[in-house]
Every structure is written in C-alpha cells, then in structure tokens.
C-alpha cells in the first residue's frame, strides 16, 4: 500500500514511523528525547517498550473525562503502527510484529488493547 499523495513513495523507515508516533503522542515526544539522549541514537527495538508502556497506561485510566482522551491517544498509537506495518521496510514490521506485538501478549492489559489492534497488527499474533 502506498502513503496518500507519493505515487513512488518508498517503504517506511523505522525512523518515519517513530516520527508519526511521536506525532500520536506528546509523551512519546518524551520518551524519545530521554531515548536519544540515553543511547545517542535511536534503538527502535527498544523505544517499542516506551510505545507499548504508553499503550498500556493510556488503557489502564478510568478518570471521568480523561479516559476518552488517552484511548484516542492510544488509539492513534495504534493506527500509526498499523500503518507502520502496511507501509514499512521489512525491519520496520519486525520492529512492530516483536517488539510491540508480540511483547504486548504478555501484558497483563493485553485484553484491553486486543479489540483495538487493526488487522495488520492481529495477524501478528503469536497466540492468535
């Protein structure tokens, strides 16, 4: 699948797709500037556990008014690997499929992030 408005647009990198997290998320924002300047460069296996923790908190909020703005927040996290696997390098779907996917079936809020991964990333699935 091409990206909208790039007739030739080449594969995703890994470096776009923790581009269009951050732009998700300004936590991942965050987490990406203490990243960098924690190893100097981007380690993508490794930011995935700051993408999946930051899935995971969006989820466990249950405060009145707040809670629909982190599930959007999540939820938009959640496109943007879904897009990241219909557009990326081969790397750059690994990085999902392992470090995020694979990692979050072993989160203890996996059930709550289970109905909201789009069909890219349940096809992902180890336990399927």
Do not use: W, Y
Request: with cysteine.
């Amino acid at each position: 699948m091409k990206r909208a408005g790039r007739e030739n647009a080449k594969p995703m990198t890994n470096a776009e797709l923790v581009e269009s997290l951050c732009a998700a998320s300004v936590a991942l924002r965050e987490a990406r500037r203490a990243h960098l300047r924690s190893f100097g460069t981007l380690i993508p296996h490794v930011f995935m556990t700051d993408v999946l923790a930051r899935v995971g908190f969006c989820l466990s909020l249950d405060r009145g008014e707040e809670i629909g703005k982190h599930r959007d927040e999540a939820g938009s996290i959640l496109q943007a690997l879904e897009r990241g696997l219909a557009e990326g390098h081969q790397e750059t779907r690994n990085v999902i499929a392992v470090s995020f996917v694979n990692d979050a079936e072993l989160e203890l809020f996996f059930e709550d992030v289970r109905p909201l991964l789009g069909p890219r990333l349940q096809a992902q699935l180890q336990g399927k």
